[in-house]
């Protein structure tokens, strides 16, 4: 079956401008998660989602960042006003449900701020 | 918050050997313990993972073993082969949020 999605699979963007990221999980998962990757690095908890409920967005490094879900499917990471430090990739994953369960990675959005 | 140590960062192996990685997490409330490999461009793939009842588990090539009282666990692969080239990343976890390790750059060599 369809695995994770994630689109755009790669973006430039100019500082300053807005971006949006979309994720779009395995069909019938509950759970959603967001994830940065830096450069050489490991990968970053942003934001869980139980549906269309975030329970939690600690891992969110500003408040330009914020993410929402819909009909407990689809989910949007939006940044605004982009920084040069927000380059990196962005991968989303699902999970059946939440705790313990199996996280299923999608391909990342390549970000690249100039 | 938990706290997921990797090493090494990079490890050369010649075709046909093992390969071993090794991981130590800082709470000892995590309880699930996933491996992740990821190829250059693609996201990251789950090879095996073990929760905390168990202490060793294996998957053909793939074996991980966990220690709990020393929290450390580690990732063997067997009869390494040039498609075994990639990043591995390990994890630790007790509720939904997986804290990663920085990664470990595999080579086999043919």
């Known amino acids: 079956g369809a695995g994770v999605s994630q689109s755009p699979s790669n973006k430039v963007t100019e500082k300053g401008k807005d971006v949006e990221l979309r994720c779009d999980p395995i069909?019938?998962?509950?759970?959603l998660y967001w994830y940065r990757q830096s450069l050489g690095q490991g990968l970053e908890f942003l934001i869980y989602?139980?549906?269309?409920?975030?329970?939690?967005k600690s891992g969110l490094p500003s408040d330009r960042f914020s993410a929402e879900r819909t009909g407990g499917s689809v989910s949007t990471l939006t940044i605004q006003r982009t920084q040069q430090e927000d380059s990196a990739v962005y991968l989303c994953a699902s999970s059946p449900q939440a705790a313990q369960e199996t996280q299923y990675f999608g391909p990342g959005t390549r970000l690249l701020v100039l | 918050g938990e706290n997921v140590e990797q090493h090494p960062s990079t490890l050369s192996v010649q075709e046909g050997d093992s390969a071993v990685i090794k991981c130590t997490y800082s709470d000892s409330a995590s309880n699930y313990f996933p491996w992740y490999k990821q190829e250059l461009g693609k996201g990251p793939q789950l090879i095996i993972d073990i929760r905390s009842n168990v202490g060793e588990k294996k998957d053909q090539r793939i074996a991980v073993t966990l220690n709990k009282t020393a929290k450390h666990f580690s990732l063997h692969i067997t009869e390494t082969q040039p498609e075994d080239s990639a990043v591995y990343f390990c994890a630790a976890s007790y509720d939904y949020k997986l804290s990663f390790g920085a990664g470990t750059t595999v080579t086999v060599r043919a």
């Open positions: 069909s019938g998962h509950t759970a």
């Open positions: 989602f139980q549906g269309n409920s975030a329970p939690d």
